[in-house]
C-alpha cells in the first residue's frame, strides 16, 4: 500500500501547477523537426522523446529513493524518533498546499530553457534527468513525502522501490498526455481551472499521511486497508 500512496503521490504531482501548464511546451520540444514528418513521424518522435524524458527522471528520482533508504537505515534504531521527523516533514508539505503555511522555495516554477531540445532518445534521457533536478523544488512537496515514505522504511531497496513507484506516477500520464494532448485539452483546461481545489485536496491527503507517520500507524492502517 505504502507503493500505491507514492504513485498516487506521483500522479498528482502531474496534475500539480508546476509541471501541468507547462506540458505543451515539452511536448513541442519532444515533436522538434517531425512536425513536418506527418502525424505519424511527429507522433512516433513523442512517444520515443516522452519515454526518453520519463526514463531520465525515473532514474534520477530513484537514486534519490535510494539514497534516503540509506539515510534512514542509519537511523534504524531511532525509528519512533525518524517516523516523528519524516511525518512532520509531510505535514509541513500539506501544510503549504493547504495555504496555511507559504514555504516560498515550494512556490518556484521551473521553466526550461528554449535552447535545450532533445534530438534522440539518448538526450531525452538526459534532459529528463536535468529537468528532475530544476523540478525538484517545485514538486517538493509530494517528493519530499516520497523521501520520507522511503527514509522511514529504513531500506535502501524499499527507498528505490518507493521512489520508483512515484516516478512511474509521474511518468504513466505524462507519456499518455503528451501523445494525445490534443484530444485531452478538455480535461487539461478543466484540471487548471479546478486547481484550489485539487491543492486543498492534496493537502488535506499529505497532512494525514504525515499525522500517520508521525504516529507510527501508518504501516498498522496500511495492512488494514491492504487485508
Known amino acids: 500500500m505504502d507503493v500505491l500512496i507514492t504513485f498516487l503521490e506521483g500522479v498528482v504531482t502531474f496534475v500539480s501547477p508546476c509541471l501541468l ?17 506527418g502525424t505519424a513521424g511527429r507522433t512516433q518522435r513523442t512517444l520515443v522523446n516522452a519515454l526518453g524524458f520519463a526514463l531520465g527522471f525515473t532514474v534520477l528520482f530513484s537514486v534519490l529513493g535510494v539514497l534516503a533508504g ?33 514555504i516560498p522555495v515550494l512556490q518556484r516554477t521551473f521553466k526550461p530553457k528554449t535552447s535545450i531540445v532533445p534530438r534522440n532518445f539518448a538526450g531525452s ?56 494532448i490534443d484530444q485531452l485539452e478538455g480535461a487539461l ?20 499521511i504525515g499525522v500517520l507517520m508521525a504516529t507510527g500507524t501508518l504501516g498498522m492502517w496500511l495492512r488494514v486497508l491492504s487485508s
Open 21 to 37: 501548464p507547462m506540458l505543451p511546451i515539452y511536448v513541442a520540444y519532444f515533436a522538434g523537426d517531425a512536425a513536418a514528418a
Open 70 to 102: 540509506a539515510a534512514g537505515s542509519v537511523f534504524k534504531g531511532e525509528q519512533a524518533a525518524l517516523n516523528v521527523v519524516c511525518g512532520l516533514i509531510v505535514i509541513t508539505m500539506g501544510l503549504n498546499y493547504l495555504g496555511v503555511l507559504r
Open 125 to 180: 534521457v538526459a534532459f529528463g534527468m536535468v529537468f528532475a533536478l530544476g523540478w525538484t523544488p517545485c514538486v517538493g512537496a509530494f517528493l519530499g513525502s516520497a523521501l520520507s515514505l522511503a527514509a522511514s522504511s529504513g531500506q535502501v531497496v524499499s527507498g528505490m522501490i518507493l521512489l520508483f513507484s512515484y516516478s512511474l506516477g509521474l511518468a504513466v500520464p505524462f507519456v499518455i498526455t503528451a501523445l494525445l
Open 189 to 208: 483546461s478543466w484540471v487548471r481551472s479546478h486547481y484550489d481545489i485539487i491543492d486543498k485536496i492534496s493537502g488535506a491527503f499529505l497532512v494525514i
